[in-house]
């Protein structure tokens, strides 16, 4: 079968190019990231006199410790670091929670008003009350200014909720008729079969709400007035793009354009940490579910 | 989607109708706990989705902050009126089309340019390199990449001084010094390109999940009518994927007024506000930042509405031209 197949010339010259191009696109997607981690490691006289660069001539540690420094940037940084921790760990256990338990109710096909509430669902992906409106009901709850503000509003993405129903549904009948015999309730059967059965599922949703909890600056830039607060991708905004510090003593650099090439390191560093997790789960094809919704 | 036979409904004597009531009745008692693990994402549905729904009331008052909700007075259509006369209306208009316009040019045929090439390699290891790559940028936060963005392309802070990479090329390609961050003309693109990096690589995997659906018999029947790569391109992978460019191509067009928010506020400041300014900016910093809630109630309704008619234009006009459409 295979014999037949002679390459031609024009074959070979698609080939290259094909490579060349994916090669280049694949590198200038990548070589910003790897820039700023070669910066982060920079003294500050060569950031400000070098624009490009993969590898620092000199290697220093100077913006890390200004970052950590509790005299310096440090008690800043360190407790924005800690808020994003605890709304990642408790946003993701919150999503988890209502997006499992809705999802596996409206999974059952014989529960009556099943439809309505799927119905239901389905009309807030197209309509919406808009940013106001759901900012003043959050406000009125009195979660303004509070971390509840950043756990509960995006509790349930319906796309998400949707594709776990559908998984759920596959789970076969046998299972919790056999355990509705052994006295399991409905309950039970979800806690003790259907989520044990759908761990990959899970831990898939998992971090993809978790990328987005660590990610998400809006919802704290909408809800949270106070900004001791803030978690750490509003400080990092803040400080890379809102502060413009000159030096006071151009004689004495103090690391500042490098300052801010690390804490956007630090910003990243945890999403390249799980993402060979991540892609691990995506390949699965569930994410492809998600965006067509 | 072929039509379902509808049962045929016989009439039932009243016993009958209290019986099959008791029956339901009694299947809902069974089903208590089943009710009880739906309720916290009712409540959540209720709460935060809904309730805003009501709050659209707000767009026909006149409600600003501290002012409370129940002494506001109704206004019927004041807020659309003024907003309609408003002259940032027309702005806000231009803008929100032009982003979303350029993205429909420029960047929604690169995923599927991208899936192509991908699909001709036939190295797996590299393939694999590739795509892990490129998905990256989709994963780090929106405000990593507009911070990157800005250290690239910011003006020297001192005579003497290096700027960002990108300011440094443009300024020996063109002789100039731009100030691109704070230029309105520039926002545009600027904007198009943090999209096409952070996205255009993830945006390949729903098309290559249905390029891995083709047949390779396919091809190789092809190679043996003597196709040669062009022609097994446009002949076999693009009808294969034709179907989902549709039907990324509706949900692009439904959400045409929804330009990434996130990521103008981060680029918006003072010098390019007269191009960043789109209707969600508009809601958020007129609504949020100066409390003026009605009225940017209304024009938040307004984008709502129309957004709802293009959905509904783009999927019964795929439904025309005989694709399946999305609902």
Partial sequence: ?????????????ADVIIYVLLTALAL????????????????????ITRSLFIIPKEFTLDAYKRIFDPNDYGLRVLKSLGISVFITGVGTAIDLFFSTTMAYGVSRRHLKGRNIIMNCVLFTMIFSGGMIPTFLIVKSLGMYDTYWALLLPGAINAYNM???????????????????IDGCTDIGIFIKIALPLSMPMLATFGLFYAVGHWNDYFNALLYLGDSSKYPFQLILRNIVM?????????????????????????????????????QKHFAAGVMVGAIKG | MAKVEKVQKVKLTPQEKAVNRHKSWVQMKNDKWLYLLLLPGVLYFIIFKFAPMWGVLMAFMNYYAGVSFFQAQWVGLDNFISFFKDSSFLQLFRNTLIISGMNLVFYFPLPIILALLLNEI??????????????????????????????????????GYTGGAIYEIIRKLTGKNVNVLGSPGAF???????????????????????????????????????????????????????????????????????TGFEQLILMQNDLNRSTSETFDTFVYNRGRVDGDYGYTTAVGLFKSVISIICVQTANWAAKKTGQSGLF
């Fill in chain 1, 1 to 13: 079968m295979l014999s037949i197949k002679r390459r031609s010339v024009g074959d070979w010259i």
């Fill in chain 1, 28 to 47: 200038l997607m990548v070589i910003p990231f790897v820039y700023v981690i070669a910066a982060s490691f920079a003294p500050e006289h060569e950031i």
């Fill in chain 1, 162 to 180: 949707i594709i776990i129903r559908n998984f759920f549904a596959e789970l076969p009948d046998g299972l919790d008729e056999a355990a509705q």
């Fill in chain 1, 242 to 278: 809102l502060s413009n510090d000159t030096q006071v003593d151009p004689n004495v650099l103090m690391p500042q354009e490098t300052l801010k090439m690390a804490i956007i390191v630090i910003g990243t560093v945890p999403i390249l940490i799980v993402y060979p997790f991540l």
């Fill in chain 2, 122 to 159: 036939k190295v797996q290891w590299y393939k694999k390199t590739v795509q892990t790559l490129i998905y990256v940028p989709h994963f780090v936060s929106m405000v990593v990449i507009a911070s990157i963005s800005f250290m690239l392309l910011k003006v020297p802070s001192m005579e």
């Fill in chain 2, 188 to 258: 545009y693109w600027v904007i198009l390109i943090q999209n096409m990096w952070k996205e255009s690589g993830w945006g390949t995997i729903i098309f290559l999940a249905a390029l891995a659906g083709v047949d390779v018999e396919q091809y190789e029947a092809a190679i043996v009518d003597g196709a040669n790569r062009w022609q097994q391109m446009l002949y076999i992978t693009l009808p294969a994927i034709s179907s989902t460019i549709v039907t990324m191509f509706i949900l692009r067009m439904g959400s045409v007024l929804n």
